[in-house]
């Protein structure tokens, strides 16, 4: 397989580096989606559940996205062109021909973000030749897919590629026994337009324009021992029924264009990457978990959170290659990335007052940690004022970050011998970020200003305007040895950075801004092949220090039952790792492939929530990950094979983030068997056939977040 893993073309077997690259066919025999899936192929990555449905968490070595509001830890791609910043899209992978992932602070080769590796999607792009398929599938919860593309020359220089998708699951494991409707329900829709001009050897220009749309849960948990309600909890929930009287739903949507325009010439390669994104988000979710009115008891929340938030970002770069077939080659690059996120977060908050007489005014003031508001009213009580209603903006209107990014890179690879090479980058990342963030209660009613003063504190007026600058420099080097032809080894030295920015919900502007965080990687790998191509084992071994490590800390001023975290740089963190991964085709028709991930991810010091967290393990970390894989195409005449196609995966150890409890085990079996023949291909799929579920995700309010349950179908697609 060929791979672009080092930002030029070459074989997966040569690449000087632990890149582990997916094949499209993988994805289609599994039917694979998401990338949550396709990352349970990568060895020491994970991606935990997101509770809010958002979809950006990637966790690579130990390396992870801290807060959905602060910058990804990955680099992520589209067929080489950077698709970063906030709100990296994971959406359906659809028309996919290969996914590579890089591990490690890749920062020199790709740029800002990549602190903890870099993800490139090569989506298919159009061809000289008239072809497509057509996919559609029936399983459990009604869930119906249906996805195509079709491949149309219109001249012997201009191609056009159209892929399309529609998933919809009506149902779901989760049923809201209150609002009579399933909270994991979803819809995903979407177009991809790919067009390729090659007026000339020399020349070609691709571009891509892509419209997704996308309904499903804001909040798919539930709450087994019931969800704290200041006084009053609610009633337990199991992982099948829960009970909301608000529905918890996210809508977003997305434009994404991009260019390549590349031209080759004996001076070497020259590339304009450019890309656009427009993404959308509106979620609504019971923000109290609870079916509780705000007249159900004394002291009782009603809140329903709403989200609005918009981000647009546009990158460019301009890549040069010289030409490969030299002594001493180079790479050079300049990119420009700006954006500018904005977000409002609204929490709706009602409360009966008229319950808060004499000894139940002294109970409120307790539960909110004796506000001095309480202490301020005759008696402990409250006004008998009826049922108050109130907005709280965290944040409001005119709320936003921007960014802009500068950096430029150099690379240089010296072939010393024919068997030996040293290659040495380095690159420079500026990043300027502001902020707009707008903070303040506004009463629905004009009682509502009783409570006004009970939630002064927890979510103060204030209004802050900031300008935060970053800058660092990366450099990397790789020693590269081919001692044989099949024997590729390979030593590292890599830096990444991620720049710093701004917390969205505190009570206090001090605790809004946070910094910068770096990683540094050493590794030792090789990569080899044996038996004439058909066996390959793959090994790698490496140490990673991160500096300024960015966590989560409880917000000092807010009472604790409001559960408010700000990001802070609490220390530093030391990890150890191993990862082999092997692939072995036993016959013509069948393959075997597996990879085993190995992590010691600890703090190595710092202080977090006035504790010592040094040894403490990396939040939503797994020690163990393990992946393995069987594709048999069995011939049973000479047009029709027998399709059967096993994944097994496995996750061991670690802890849940905010919660630090133990991450129990999960293990997932994948199972396809069908037919093929000519172009065609009808199988049955159960999907975590043993029906394995874990807390992926926990919430300190009580809410856990489950892995997906079996699936289960039939699935048949139509080539042509």
């Known amino acids: 397989m060929e791979v672009t893993a080092r930002r030029t073309t070459q074989r997966l077997s040569d690449v000087p580096a632990p890149t582990t690259a997916i094949s499209g066919q993988t994805l289609h025999n599994f039917d694979i989606l998401d990338m949550k899936s396709i990352m349970d192929m990568v060895p020491n990555a994970v991606v935990p559940t997101d509770a809010q449905n958002i979809n950006t968490y990637i966790n690579i070595r130990g390396i992870r996205q801290v807060d959905n509001n602060a910058d990804p830890n990955f680099g992520m791609y589209r067929n080489g062109i950077y698709d970063g910043g906030l709100r990296t899209n994971l959406g359906p992978q659809v028309d996919v021909a290969r996914v590579e992932v890089n591990p490690g602070p890749q920062t020199g080769l790709y740029g800002r973000d990549a602190v903890g590796g870099a993800v490139n999607v090569v989506y298919a792009t159009p061809e000289q030749k008239t072809g497509g398929y057509l996919t559609g599938s029936y399983g459990n919860y009604g869930r119906g897919e249906l996805q195509g593309a079709l491949n149309v020359p219109l001249s012997r220089h201009f191609a056009l590629r159209l892929t399309g998708w529609y998933i919809d699951q009506p149902r779901g494991s989760l049923y809201n026994a209150t609002l009579h409707e399933y909270e994991d329900r979803y819809r995903q829709q979407g177009l991809r337009l790919g067009a390729k001009w090659t007026p000339s050897d020399r020349l070609s220009l691709t571009w891509m324009a892509e419209y997704a749309d996308v309904h499903g849960p804001s909040l798919a948990g539930y709450a087994p021992d019931g969800v704290a309600n200041l006084i009053q909890g609610s009633a337990a929930e199991t992982p099948g029924v829960v009970y909301r009287d ?15 325009l590349t031209y080759r010439s004996h ?18 979710e019971d923000g109290d978990r609870t079916d509780l009115s705000a007249s159900s008891y004394p002291l009782t929340l009603q809140n329903r959170f709403v989200r609005h938030e918009n981000t647009r970002n546009y990158y460019t770069e301009l890549l040069w290659s010289s030409r490969q077939d030299r002594r001493l080659t180079f790479m050079a690059g300049a990119s420009y990335f700006h954006e500018y996120f904005s977000f409002q977060q609204i929490y709706n908050t009602k409360i009966d007052l008229s319950l808060l007489q004499g000894r139940w005014g002294n109970i409120a003031c307790g539960a909110l940690q004796d506000d001095p508001t309480c202490s301020a009213i005759p008696g402990g009580g409250f006004p008998d004022t009826g049922v108050q209603a ?29 068997s030996l090479s040293l290659t040495a980058t380095a690159r420079y990342t500026r990043d300027r970020k502001t902020l707009s963030y707008r903070q303040y209660n506004n009463p629905v009613n004009a009682s509502g200003r009783a409570i006004a003063a009970l939630f002064g504190n927890v979510y103060p007026d204030m209004s802050l305007n900031d300008t935060a600058g970053y800058g660092n420099w990366s450099p990397s080097v790789e020693l590269n040895y081919h001692p044989f032809h099949n024997i590729n080894l390979y030593a590292l030295y890599s830096n990444g950075f991620r720049a710093g920015g701004f917390s969205t919900t505190t009570t206090t502007p001090a605790l809004i801004p946070y910094g910068e965080e770096t990683a540094t990687n050493y590794e030792l790998g090789g990569r080899t092949q044996w038996l004439g191509g058909r066996l390959g084992v793959n090994a790698s071994l490496f140490y990673m220090t991160q500096k300024h490590l960015l966590l989560d800390e409880a917000d000092p001023r807010a009472p604790a039952a409001f559960s408010f975290y700000y990001l802070a740089n609490v220390g530093s963190a030391d990890t150890y790792g191993a990862e082999l991964a092997t692939q072995f085709v036993l016959t013509r028709w069948w393959s075997l492939s597996g990879n085993v991930g190995w992590l010691h991810a600890r703090m190595a010091g710092g202080q977090s929530y006035g504790s010592d967290i040094a040894r403490q393990l990396l939040p939503d970390t797994r020690t163990w990950t393990t992946n393995i894989r069987s594709e048999m195409a069995y011939p049973i005449t000479s047009t029709y094979n027998l399709l059967f196609n096993v994944n097994w995966h496995h996750e061991a150890g670690g802890v849940l983030d905010i919660t630090n409890v133990p991450w129990h085990s999960l293990d997932r079996l994948d199972l396809t068997l069908g037919m093929a023949w000519k172009k065609n291909q009808l199988v049955v799929f159960a999907n975590n056939a043993f029906n394995n579920r874990v807390v992926d995700y926990a919430l300190t309010d009580g809410i856990d977040v489950l892995t997906a349950p079996a699936t289960y179908g039939v699935r048949f697609t139509a080539a042509f």
């Not at 001076?267 to 609504?284: K, V």
């Not at 409001?396 to 690379?411: L, R, Y």
């Open 246 to 260: 608000t529905p918890d739903r996210s809508h977003n949507h997305q434009l994404y264009l991009s260019q390549d």
């Open 267 to 284: 001076w070497g390669t020259f590339q304009w990457l450019s890309a656009y994104r427009d993404y959308h988000l509106d979620a609504g």
């Open 390 to 418: 109130i907005s709280e903006y965290a944040p409001g209107p005119g709320s936003g970050i921007g960014t802009q990014s500068w950096s430029g890179f150099v690379s240089s690879t010296f072939h010393i011998t024919p």
